[in-house]
């Protein structure tokens, strides 16, 4: 998931189900996990203002989020 999208590791480990679009072909970037000291913690994702940034990816690579 991480090298077929491109996006950030602390997107890539804040990847929900909820927010894979299977219609559409595409994942949702909501959340990004943010170190705090010793510990992490999810943060909601500003990037594009109060919507999610959305990722289209290719069937193969929703093939094997619906096999996963």
């Known amino acids: 998931m991480y090298a077929s999208t491109g996006v950030?590791?602390?997107?890539?480990?804040?990847?929900k189900w909820?927010?894979?679009n299977w219609?559409?072909?595409c994942i949702e970037l909501g959340w990004v996990?943010?170190?705090e000291g010793h510990a992490y913690r999810l943060r909601k994702l500003t990037k594009d203002g109060d919507d999610n940034a959305r990722?289209?990816?290719d069937q193969p690579?929703?093939?094997v989020l619906k096999w996963q």
């Open 33 to 35: 996990v943010v170190e």
């Open 8 to 15: 950030r590791r602390s997107e890539a480990l804040a990847m």
């Open 61 to 63: 690579v929703m093939n």
């Open 18 to 20: 909820y927010l894979v």
């Open 55 to 57: 990722i289209y990816v």
């Open 23 to 25: 219609g559409e072909g």
